[in-house]
């Protein structure tokens, strides 16, 4: 049902959503903007400038807009491009939301009855123009440049002259000229390409941008190179010093690799972990109506207890085993996961077996202790209610409830968790599609509880390698529509150790507020779920691998096991530097630009100065001692 109102046709919306899509484009009707604007089935809105376009779009006149980006004969439309950059960098927060390929077929128009060999010169679009610069030259027509194709066409019917105008034909016939030649592209199979833009607040942007790749990139770096953005050369002005147009990228990535610190790199759309740290905005209405609660559009939740904070930017690792088995056996793994960064314990009292007669879990007995370990190593405990008649007793002694798989639909259970006074973890079903999950989300808050985290920890599918498919997707495509914390269980997902770091690594990295991971110290012995426990050295190598801080008492062969992590990947980025370094002097040479920037060295000693402000002395040494190196990677004679 969710899924319906997130997709839905915008003609298909409810009584206060805008009848009609309204899409703006730069040109007159008739223009290939035009057909851009249509492409979706909205209604097109012509305006006589892009500037024009991103007001409308800002003041919420329309609802998209349309801008050519690049064209299969000329590259980047900079026409379109620079007013985007500007418009990106005065705040408009912008994103992207498609993309629509135009085919493009210059007809040469002009007055009912005009020789072709009168024609003089021939008006359009600069854009359009440079795409028939050699045929219009091989014919001796003169290019002049207006503010639009179907512009042009109109221009010319209300002229005396023998002028000509370059346009779509259906422009030419809007305007009743003829069509001397159908088209004077330079090339065939001319097309150009154009990005519909919303504002970041009303997209509900899930379709994912493809790359576009444009020729004229030579000139810049090989920052695409390096990695695998889509770079669009701009020429940017002293005020707004936007030299690259980044789509579907992460600028901030890509920032960091720029060449100088007065190249801008702006990027258009979200990419995934950025993404991630933009749940909906405030004020505005939900984004699932249905849903008010869960999908409300306000600031990050951040569920809090004790040491324990996720959302919002604050990560959480919960660890600990599948069952409590034994007061023994709870106390050491939760020494092992408190010494590893863990920010809190896990243990399930009450298991949601296959098979009736496997281990159903040691019921309360073991909630004390588990509530015995957690005092112990001061995490709070997570730790799964069953049913509705548990949820008081387990309350009194665990921080956080734990909503099982199996019970994400258990509408009795999540109504009475909600009631109970403590946060909610919420597994999402291994059958439930991301809409049944804020859907149950939402039945824990309707009942008065608002700290609810959601966790991904995998669904169904026709895969048997694994025990389920952990779906990144489906949590990503959450993450736009609820303020709430996304986690993932790799464990349950996997069902088999040796993939748990990986798919741990995946989740973290495509920004997932926290993990869930089970640990036990002799998993072959466990009583549930052995095949995916980790062992406490393998989740303290996942725990450093993450760069939890853990902040607490590690012992120093922990921390000296970290050290060693840091220094391995100290080594790797030195190394990677290198090799960029390398590339970059090696694009500098091809394209005639001078490899040595004391602009550029003084903004790298800056980096580091602002990174180590109390160590210059230290910031000093490194660059100089990577400026050495970098030099003699390039080759560079002083
Ligand atoms: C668990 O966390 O131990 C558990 C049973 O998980 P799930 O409900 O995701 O299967
Ligand atoms: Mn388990």
Redesign the pocket.
Known sequence: MLREIADRDPKETDADAPAELKVGYQGEPGAFGEVAAAAHGGAPVPFASFEKVLEALGQGVIDEAVFPLENAIVGGITEALEPLAAGVLRGLDLVATGLTSVPVRLALSAKQGTPIGDVKRAWSHPAALRQCTQRLAAMGIEPVVCYDTAGAAKIIAADASTDAAICSRHAAEMSGLDVLIEDVSDRDQNSTRFVHLRQADHARARVPLAFLRTSSMTATTRLDVLTGATLLPLAGTPEHPVRMWVLGADAARLQALAPARDVQVVSLGQPAPHASRLPPKEGTAPAVKSLPHATARKPATVVEVGPFKVGGGHRAMIAGP?SVESPEQVMRIAREVAACGATALRG?VF??RTNPYAFQGHGYEALEWLAAASREVKLPIVT?VMAVDQVQQVAQKADVL?I???NMQNFDLLRAVGRAGRPVLL?RGAGATTDEWLGAAEYVMASGESRVMLCE?GIRTFEPSTRNTLDLGGMLAVRPLTHLPLLA?PS?AAGRADLVEGLARAAWASGADGL?VEVHDDPARALC?SEQALVPTRFAELARALALDPNAHLPLAQLRAWVDAIDHDLAELVKRRLDVARVIGDSKRQTGRAVLDPKREAAVRRTYYEALPTSKQLADKLVDLLIEAARAQQSIEE
């Open positions: 599948c399930g298991k949601p799964e734990q099982g798989a199996r597994k920890r269980d349950h869930i779920d």
